[in-house]
């Protein structure tokens, strides 16, 4: 499985973007999809997480500010994100969980300026 995740950018606090993972294969066959995010100095952390049967999952941080969706016609997930703070700050990682095994794409940076 290959992911290719796209969307990110500089952008004001307060602004909004949208962060897109094409996969390889269809999602159909992934059984989560989730996106994390490593900000400078920290460790990766998950930000959210959705199931093949649609089941999300948001950090209490982006609750409320962001929406995981995935589109399996496209074999995308999206990761919308409003209301952005500097702490948001971070590259962004789309991960897949197939039969038991992870797949990592190549992560977008994300940069809130203040």
């Known amino acids: 499985v290959q992911l290719q995740a796209s969307g990110g950018g500089l952008v004001q606090a307060g602004g909004s973007l949208t962060l897109s993972c094409v996969a390889s294969?269809?999602?159909?066959?992934?059984?989560?999809l989730r996106w994390y995010r490593q900000a400078p100095g920290k460790q990766r952390e998950l930000v959210a997480s959705?199931?093949?049967?649609?089941?999300?999952y948001l950090d209490d941080s982006v609750k409320g500010r962001f929406t995981i969706s995935r589109d399996n016609g496209k074999n995308t997930v999206y990761l919308q994100m409003n209301s952005l703070k500097p702490e948001d700050t971070a590259v962004y990682y789309c991960?897949?969980?197939?039969?038991?095994?992870?797949?990592w794409g190549q992560g977008t940076l994300v940069t809130v300026s203040s």
């Open positions: 991960n897949a969980l197939r039969d038991r095994r992870n797949y």
């Open positions: 294969v269809s999602i159909g066959s992934i059984n989560v």
């Open positions: 959705i199931s093949s049967g649609g089941n999300t």
